[in-house]
């Protein structure tokens, strides 16, 4: 069984590097959806567990792998936005943070990355595709599919509200599981997720 690595808004391939690495003695592909630069999407031939981040979990519910047999998502959510019954971001902030983009994309991207803790410099950037993936955020819900997935939060994640992680992916009926942790946990806390990969492909063998 492959793993399929994807990463979030505002973020590449690269962002997997210190959890790719604890995992690299399983067959792995990464996804780059291309936000800096050109995009690499990830080709899965066969089984394959997807282990997602943040935004990347709704982009593989949205399409996913003819032959995916489970999912990780990591700080990840089926929604972004609030809705009637469904707890979230305020609409109104998307809505401003669109406002913005129009107008100074780096800077959005750049407050964006900073909430996240995520203060490295990047380069140029691919507006068409963030302004696209931003309106899916704000627009989007994605739909369960029926295979067993694993939600792993962070109890201190300064991006997605308390009662947004609790109710992330509950159509699922997922195994939830807290990390001491923010919005990061693959960098954060490499160790932590790689153990419940493992474990994940231990009760699906």
């Given amino acids: 069984m492959r793993l399929l690595f994807v990463h979030g808004w505002g973020f590449d391939a690269a962002f997997w590097a210190p959890l790719s690495r604890l995992l690299a003695d399983l067959p792995q592909v990464i996804d780059d959806r291309g936000y800096f630069g050109e995009p690499r999407p990830a080709l899965v031939d066969g089984p394959c567990l997807a282990v997602t981040h ?21 700080n990840g959510f089926e929604r972004f936005s ?19 983009f129009g107008e100074d994309p780096r800077t959005v991207l750049a407050d964006f990355r900073r909430l996240c803790r995520a203060n490295a410099e990047f380069g140029t950037i691919d507006t068409d595709v963030l302004h696209g993936d931003l309106i899916r955020l704000r627009d989007e819900y994605a739909p369960m599919p029926s295979i067993p997935v694993v ?23 997922p195994l939830s599981i807290a990390c001491e942790g923010g919005h990061l946990l693959p960098i954060e806390a490499p160790e932590f997720c790689a153990r419940v ?8 063998a």
């Fill in 54 to 74: 943040s935004f990347g979990t709704m982009r593989v519910l949205a399409d996913p792998p003819a032959d995916l047999v489970g999912l990780i998502a990591i």
């Fill in 82 to 100: 609030a809705a009637p019954g469904h707890a979230g971001v305020p609409v109104r902030v998307l809505d401003r943070m669109l406002r913005r």
């Fill in 151 to 173: 939600s792993l939060q962070g109890t201190r994640d300064p991006l997605l509200p308390e009662a947004m992680r609790a109710q992330a992916l509950a159509a699922a009926s």
């Fill in 197 to 204: 990969v493992r474990e994940a492909i231990g009760r699906m």
